[in-house]
């Protein structure tokens, strides 16, 4: 800086002494030049790299505090002594990154030279907020006074103790990330001791912050380390989407179904006997047979072991992301290793570690974002439409109805629109005549953590576990079940095939629902016989060959049952033709129906 001053006080010099116009004119010019360009330089060097605080300045902040704060004079000549302008980091052998050569790369957390103060209890929001504004504010108020102090909530953020390391830390209970219910706002006494417990059995040192909450974990610059550099891949992970970081090392294999679960407590035997503790001496030598007679004699461990389970008993955000993957068919167009083999959609394998929780949000709301015309369906928002007025309508002209995925109409006034942060998101719903649906929020969401949870990798299993569960993929052996109609009405409900296909009543077509990756199967009964459709369902490749209809795993009985469905749709007077012959036009047109353009999706 000092140099710079020098030579720009000299060419002044030069340019104010020097005789010659031209000299004066272009000596001048050049330092205007300069100035500016270097003002330009300033301004994106400063976005870029010094928006932020760097680490110095934390450390110092934190030393500061935390030699006020100390309880004890041990404590206060302990913190007089902590070094200021060291990067603190964890190497993290257990948990490297894998790439997609195959090769992995060590896990290096330096989140800690900022966040200094996660380990220490005293770095509780009160003390926090007493050091930095010099008041004092009862933990019930806390929250309201920070929302309206954002530079105290930034340090508190940043040099605050982690839930479970401290009471009355300001951030959301830890609880949640395995409840059912996301609104736990006000952490309580339980949540505390559960926060406690959970971040005993993930210490730091082995588990660093990235393998929870992803970021950079060796960018010492405030953005970089939470992943929000120009690829975006490593950003935070916002707190909703949070199973899918547990679920990289809490997912487990039956080893006889290779059905996969997120139970934290695998056995009834873990939990009986954390429950039991050291007081009972018997504990410790149990079998899982054991258990149900040692509860028998021990009741009063019951209530204790019922909500250990119930707190413990598996990452619910995950299990139902997985649940409504199969409800919707998403399997039928996607293929992820080891679940499913789709092929109309690309694979989602790995789909995690490629792209970001917005991208596949922005799917799930507004499915034609980037391909308009793509197949997926809007399972989340609704289309806008002008019914037109129909004069057999008693109710006059139905004007601004929504109709969801599957063509049913509602009143537009039925539905809460969803706030979508995302701008580009809302204009794009907009743009096409959508709008998001609130109330299908909960179901985005865990959709979307369980697609990000797809990395490719699991901490929990061996190589060879996983290639033994991939072999096994096919071997799911389905439940038997009476046939009826009804039965094959369900099955075809909870497998998904509206996402595919399109089912009305074969009289009146317009009334009903469903994608068109396949054919419209209203008329189905007319136009193929039951054992046709069952031979369809074991192999539709062997029909059409490159049909993307998967094969599902139902049993005899279950295709029996649905084939009796699907061919429960014939029109009014139409009948039903032989196997092989197609659509019996004549008698739809004889009814005044519209025949319907085969037109459907093969690879
Ligand atoms: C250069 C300093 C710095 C580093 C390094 C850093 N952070 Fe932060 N962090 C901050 C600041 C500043 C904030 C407060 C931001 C705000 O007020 O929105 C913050 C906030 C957070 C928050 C809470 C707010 C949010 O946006 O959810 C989390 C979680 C977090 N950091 C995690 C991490 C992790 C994990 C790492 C390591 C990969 C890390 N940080 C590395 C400075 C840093
Ligand atoms: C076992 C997983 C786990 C590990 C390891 C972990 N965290 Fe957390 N952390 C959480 C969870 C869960 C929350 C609660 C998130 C919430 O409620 O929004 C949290 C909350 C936070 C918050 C408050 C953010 C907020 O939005 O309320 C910060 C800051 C933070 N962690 C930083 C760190 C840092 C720094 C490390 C490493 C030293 C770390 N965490 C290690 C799971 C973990
Ligand atoms: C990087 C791997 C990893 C991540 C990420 C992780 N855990 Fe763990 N977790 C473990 C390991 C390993 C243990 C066993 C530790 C022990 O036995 O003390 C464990 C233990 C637990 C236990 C106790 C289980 C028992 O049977 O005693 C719970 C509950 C738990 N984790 C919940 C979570 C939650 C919730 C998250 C996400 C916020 C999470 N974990 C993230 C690896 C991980
Ligand atoms: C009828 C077939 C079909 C169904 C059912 C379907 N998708 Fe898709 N999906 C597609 C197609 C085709 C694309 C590619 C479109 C594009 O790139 O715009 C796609 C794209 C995606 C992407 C973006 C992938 C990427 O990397 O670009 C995600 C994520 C996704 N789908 C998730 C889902 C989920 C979750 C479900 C279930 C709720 C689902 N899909 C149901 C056909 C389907
Ligand atoms: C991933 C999309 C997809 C899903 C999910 C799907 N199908 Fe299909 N289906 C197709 C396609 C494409 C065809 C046309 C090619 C063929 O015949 O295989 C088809 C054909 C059919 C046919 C024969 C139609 C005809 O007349 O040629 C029937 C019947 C059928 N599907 C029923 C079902 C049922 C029942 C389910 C749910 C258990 C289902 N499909 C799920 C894509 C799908």
Redesign the pocket.
Known sequence: MFMLAVAIIFVVFLAIRNKSIVTKFSLWSALLLFLVGFAVYKSIWNNQYTDSKDFLYWQGLYKKMAIDLAATPEIKSNDQNLAVGSVTQFTLQQYPFFRSDGTDQQRVDRCQSCHAGVEDPSMTAENIIKEVDDVTVATADVPQYLSTHPKTLEKVYVLGAHPGKAAGVIQGSLAWAVSTNDSISTPDAADQAYDKDLMSRHPFATFGCTTCHYGDGRELVENNAHGYNEFWLAQLLPSKYQQAACAQCHTQYNTKTFEPSYNLHPSLLEVVQSAAGDKYKDASTLTDADVPGFLAKHPELQPVVTKAQAQLSSLSTMTKGEQ??HA???????KIEGFSK?N???E?TS?GS??TTT??AR??WD?????NG????Y?FSRKIVDVPVDPKDQDGPRKQMVQDAFGNLQPLSSIVPEQIADEETSDGLDFRGYIPDHSEELKVNE??T??YSQTGLNYAQSFSARAMRLTAYDSSQPPTVPVTVGEGKILFNQS?CY??HYLGDPNHPKNGKG????PNLSWEGARHSQQWLVAHYLNPQAFVPKS?MPVFPFSDSQRAALSLYDSSAIPNGGRRVSQDQDMPTAAMAKDNIAVPQVRY?TR
Do not use: D, S
């Open positions: 409504l993957f919707n068919a998403c399997w039928g167009c996607h789709g109309v959609g690309p989602l789909e490629i792209t991208a596949i799917q799930l499915p034609r974002y980037k391909v793509c197949v997926m369906p399972f959709l979307v369980f697609v998904g996402a595919c994608g068109i990756a396949g993307v999706m």
